[in-house]
């Protein structure tokens, strides 16, 4: 199914909850309202049109004014791809877990969690995957500043 027809069928089957779409893109893409996004994920997983079975990719993104999450979605059996986004605050970045629908979530989630600071409401082990726990700061946000010591070594620049 082409993106275009794709969008449609969201349009039709979820009023709101669609932000904008970009079709005239090498990947297009709708922008979701983010409170939507698990029923959204759902549908597009079970409906037997669509068939979203995988979620090849999930990535944190920092525009300086709001930081976004971009789903990128594959079907196995029809073929097709399409990708979601969400924007949040910087201020209390937050969107429910999708990691129930695609349990390759998990570990995205976390990976997103630990580098833009984003909460994954609802996900069942959030913590930091890379960092260590006690790491101050999410280091792939534009305003991250370095620490300039951890425990008492100092962290190069």
């Not at 909850?17 to 079970?46: C, H, K, N």
């Not at 989630?109 to 909460?119: A, H, K, M, N, P």
């Not at 609802?122 to 726990?133: A, K, M, N, S, V």
């Not at 999410?138 to 010591?149: G, H, N, S």
Request: hydrophobic residues 40%; proline residues 8%.
């Amino acid at each position: 199914m082409e993106p275009a027809a794709i969008h449609q069928r969201l349009l039709e089957r979820f009023e709101g909850a669609i932000r904008e779409y970009q079709g005239a893109v090498a990947q297009p893409f709708a922008v979701l309202e983010p409170s939507r996004l698990p029923e959204l994920s759902r549908f597009l997983r079970d409906d037997r049109e669509l068939r979203f079975d995988s979620l090849m990719c999930l990535s944190g993104v920092d525009t300086t004014k709001e930081l976004g999450v971009v789903y990128h979605l594959f079907s196995y059996p029809l073929g097709h791809k399409f990708t979601l986004k969400v924007f949040l605050p910087r201020e209390a970045p937050e969107v429910p877990s999708v990691s129930g629908i695609w349990p390759t979530a998990n570990w995205h989630e976390r990976e997103c969690y630990d580098l833009f600071g984003i909460v994954f409401t609802g996900h069942p082990d959030l913590r930091r995957i890379l960092l260590p726990e006690d790491w101050e700061g999410y280091p792939l946000r534009k305003d991250y500043v370095v620490q300039e010591y951890y425990h008492g070594i100092r962290v190069p620049k």
